[in-house]
């Protein structure tokens, strides 16, 4: 496995949440500056996260498709290794017989 795919999960989280830092911070900035309402009383905070990932859900969508193929990519692979590895297993238990029987045909 290339190391461009090992890590293909922890860069995609990495750039999404990236991302949504980025919209929390531009949506606190207009929020800030009145460009945007702020919320009704207390709601500011709660008010601003909503948006933020409102807004940074298509954009990483968007943005990240490659990112997003190379972690499926590398999910799919772990678990048709973890089905090859399971599937050798069945067939070892299956050889096996209990101790004391005898095999007869």
């Not at 290339?2 to 606190?28: D, E, K, N, P, Q």
Request: include cysteine; charge should be positive; hydrophobic fraction near 45%.
């Amino acid at each position: 496995m290339s190391s461009s795919r090992s890590h293909a999960t922890l860069r995609y989280t990495t750039m999404r949440l990236g991302i949504f830092v980025g919209c929390l911070v531009v949506v606190g900035l207009l929020a800030q500056f009145g460009v945007i309402p702020s919320g009704i009383g207390k709601s500011n905070p709660v008010w601003v996260v909503l948006l933020a990932l409102v807004l940074s859900a298509p954009l990483s969508y968007v943005l990240l498709r490659k990112q997003r193929d190379a972690m499926s990519e590398q999910i799919v692979g772990g678990v048709g290794r973890a089905k090859e590895r399971l599937a050798a297993n069945q067939s070892q238990e299956d050889g096996a017989q209990p101790r004391g029987e005898s095999r007869t045909v």
